[in-house]
């Protein structure tokens, strides 16, 4: 082999090298950035991209891909001086290689760092029940204020959550026995509402009944008088009737209505509920003569309707057992109906 070959096989060498060396494949979800002489020029893009042989050269080779970044436990004291153990999970994404490269050392560790800190902060400005109830107003102010501190990075924080409150034991068990008492304390207070609620409905019922109770007796008195009302009325007219017939000169009206009531006496001394058979002075002339001026009545009545006809003499009335037995000043036994004298 001559020196000839030696300088072509030199060159095929040398153009591969170089020719290697200007050719870069990017790799999806990576951006390169490119220094010349040790100061960034650009950054190349995912795919097939040209340097400048001996002048060009990658610098950073940057994940442009969501990534997800674990927080360590860390102590916090809250704003009621309690202590807390935290952790999290934090997730960002690169968004200008070029400054996730050259505005940061160690990138992760700056945005961890960043990110523990402001767990201090704003978890530290809470009192421990509103840091165990608000998980998301954590999360909101820890994303609103680190996203804000990382963006010169040119890192996008798209989510910061806590994973993990713990606080201490005898502090959990403090708050055990004060949410049962809190719960004791709401229990007896509906109870206590309940029962007034029903001694209420109670009350309301009662008064509703003798409301009631009370219209009804109101009404029944109205009732009642204006029935003795119109039983007066019957009476005056009855008594004003029976007066001008006695002043045409009708006496037998008079009759009609005193026996009317004597025979009303009768029947109610016959009705007594507390004896069947009563013992009582009486008169038997007295009922039968006025027993006698009630069917002189009714003859004169019906001799007013009829034509006029030949006068019948009056047969002779026999007085009966009774009205023998019956006189004046004696003692008579009246049997009711259905009893045996």
Do not use: C
């Amino acid at each position: 082999m001559g020196g000839f070959d030696i300088v072509v096989i030199s060159l095929v060498v040398f153009a591969a090298i170089v020719l290697f060396s200007a050719i870069k494949t990017v790799p999806q979800g990576f951006n390169y950035t490119v220094q010349r002489f040790g100061r960034y020029t650009r950054t190349l893009s995912p795919g097939l991209n040209l340097l400048v042989p001996f002048f060009d050269r990658v610098g950073a080779r940057m994940n442009m891909m969501e990534t997800v970044l674990e927080v360590p436990s860390q102590e916090v004291i809250t704003r009621d001086n309690a202590t807390v153990t935290a952790n999290g999970i934090t997730f960002y994404q690169v968004m200008d290689a070029a400054r996730a490269a050259y505005e940061v050392n160690d990138l992760q560790n700056a945005i961890l760092n960043l990110t523990m800190t402001n767990i201090r902060s704003v978890m530290g400005s809470m009192d421990l029940d509103q840091l165990l109830s608000n998980r998301d107003e954590i999360n909101e102010r820890l994303l609103r204020v680190v996203d804000a501190a990382a963006s010169p990075w040119g890192v996008k924080l798209t989510r910061i959550e806590i994973k993990d409150i713990d606080p201490p034991r005898n502090l959990v068990d403090s708050m055990a026995r004060q949410m049962m008492a809190e719960r004791e304390k709401r229990a007896a207070i509906l109870e206590a509402e309940g029962r007034r609620a029903a001694e209420i409905l109670k009350a309301e019922g009662q008064k509703q009944a003798q409301i009631l109770e009370a219209e009804g007796r109101r009404e029944a008195a109205f009732r009642d008088a204006e029935a003795r009302e119109r039983a007066a009325e019957a009476e005056a007219r009855a008594t004003a009737m029976v007066s001008e017939a006695i002043g045409q000169g009708d006496v037998q009206a008079i009759n009609y209505f005193i026996a009317q009531k004597y025979v009303d006496a009768l029947a109610a001394f016959a009705h007594s509920p507390n004896q069947k058979t009563f013992l009582m002075p009486v008169e038997a002339s007295g009922i039968i003569g006025a027993l006698g001026g009630i069917g002189e009545i009714a003859r004169e009545a019906f001799a007013s309707k009829a034509p006029a006809a030949k006068p019948v003499r009056p047969a002779r009335r026999v007085p009966d057992a009774g009205q023998q037995a019956a006189v004046p000043g004696t003692t008579v036994t009246v049997p009711l109906p259905g009893e045996s004298t």
